[in-house]
Structure formats: structure tokens, C-alpha cells
T-cell receptor
Framework: GNSVTQMEGPVTLSEEAFLTINCTYT??????LFWYVQYPGEGLQLLLK???ADDKGSNKGFEATYRKETTSFHLEKGSVQVSDSAVYFC?????????????WGLGTSLAVNP | GAGVSQTPSNKVTEKGKYVELRCDPI?????LYWYRQSLGQGPEFLIY????????DSGLPNDRFFAVRPEGSVSTLKIQRTERGDSAVYLC???????????FGPGTRLTVT
């Protein structure tokens, strides 16, 4: 079946530190992969996506590369800011009959200190 | 433009009562999803609408849960005979027909006492 395993948090970093949040998946077929972010008090927002192997998604300084050989989609940012403090969710998208379904990781909480 | 809105933002109800949660999707989005999220968990899929019809209701936990979208826009999630285990944040998302890119509302926090 399809599943997503995400690095456990919380992660605490100082401003300008390098960030990696690991995400691995199992899937049948050819899923799409996503990172969503939930800022405090707000709804989930799509951060970036990749629809096929070797694609790199990027947005707001964050990047993730769809690696089929390691079944991974790790989120990285070279220099985090306090405003990046949020919960990050890795998600896998696949077709399930009439539905384009998302399977979600448990979320990783990130706190960035000034 | 306006995003997805959900009302109420918070709902406290007694065990055994009936509740309705409303979702107003982004205009023009034909796909609408309901999820449930418990603390420390990712969203759990409940039901998916394409237009007015429920295309996938496989995530509804039991027959106390029901959702409608009569005009293909606003949707209402209905929970009968609420139980304490139903306490969670209920999320609604909408999407263009062919997209995985789902736009989420802020959620309704349901507490069953």
C-alpha cells in the first residue's frame, strides 16, 4: 500500500541554520509528492510539489527532490528564519478510483529561535 | 480572492448531540474534501466530492457521519450522536478538478464533552 514516514519533531534551530526534514514513502505506481506547511493559527498551505522522479520542487527558499531510488522527498532550506516556525507535512498523492487522494505524514514541528 | 472558509471555528457540544460543520470552498473549485486532524497527526481523509456527488466516502468512520454538497459549492458535514472520540479539528479543502493542490480552510475545532 501507500504510506509516508516523516521525521519526528520537534526540531529546534537557530536562525540561519540549515534545515533538513526527512520524508520517505512507499507506493505502488507513480505518486506525486508534496510538502504542506501549517503556520500557527492558520490552515494548511501547499509549500512545494514534485510530480515525477528527479523533479525538484522549490518555494520560499525550500527545496525537495523526488528520489525514486531512495523513495525519499526530504525538505531542505539553507538558512531558516524565525518566520519559518511551523508544522511541516509530507504527503503522497495517488489516484484511487474517482479520487485524487493524499496520504499524509504525521507532521514535523519546527521552531526557529532568533 | 477569498480562500476556503469554515464555520464555526470552534464548536463545543455534549455527547449524543447532533452537529453540523460548514465549508465554503474557493469559487470555481469543483473538488471538495473533508479531513479530520487529531493533535500530533496528519489529516485523515473522510470524504471527497466532485461537484454535487460524493465520489469517495471511504474515509467516513461510521454511519453517524454524513456530508452533503447539494449545489456543488458549500458543503456541510453532519455528525449524529456525537461521541467524545469525535473531538478533533475538521478540515475542509477545495481543489480544481484535476489537481492534488488542495487549498485548506482554517478548520473547525470540535470538542465533545
Amino acid at each position: 500500500g501507500n504510506s509516508v514516514t516523516q521525521m519526528e519533531g520537534p526540531v529546534t534551530l537557530s536562525e540561519e541554520a540549515f534545515l533538513t526534514i526527512n520524508c520517505t514513502y512507499t507506493a505502488t505506481g507513480y505518486p506525486s509528492l508534496f510538502w504542506y506547511v501549517q503556520y500557527p493559527g492558520e490552515g494548511l498551505q501547499l509549500l512545494l510539489k514534485a510530480t515525477k522522479a528527479d523533479d525538484k520542487g522549490s518555494n520560499k527558499g525550500f527545496e525537495a527532490t523526488y528520489r525514486k531510488e531512495t523513495t525519499s522527498f526530504h525538505l531542505e532550506k539553507g538558512s531558516v528564519q524565525v518566520s519559518d516556525s511551523a508544522v511541516y507535512f509530507c504527503a503522497l498523492g495517488f489516484n484511487a478510483g474517482n479520487n485524487r487522494k493524499l496520504i499524509w505524514g504525521l507532521g514535523t514541528s519546527l521552531a526557529v529561535n532568533p | 480572492g477569498a480562500g476556503v472558509s469554515q464555520t464555526p471555528s470552534n464548536k463545543v457540544t455534549e455527547k449524543g448531540k447532533y452537529v453540523e460543520l460548514r465549508c465554503d470552498p474557493i469559487s470555481g473549485h469543483t473538488a471538495l474534501y473533508w479531513y479530520r486532524q487529531s493533535l500530533g497527526q496528519g489529516p485523515e481523509f473522510l470524504i471527497y466530492f466532485q461537484g454535487t456527488g460524493a465520489a469517495d466516502d471511504s474515509g467516513l468512520p461510521n454511519d453517524r457521519f454524513f456530508a452533503v454538497r447539494p449545489e456543488g459549492s458549500v458543503s456541510t458535514l453532519k455528525i449524529q450522536r456525537t461521541e467524545r472520540g469525535d473531538s478533533a479539528v475538521y478540515l475542509c479543502a477545495s481543489s480544481l478538478r484535476d489537481g492534488y493542490e488542495q487549498y485548506f480552510g482554517p478548520g473547525t475545532r470540535l470538542t465533545v464533552t
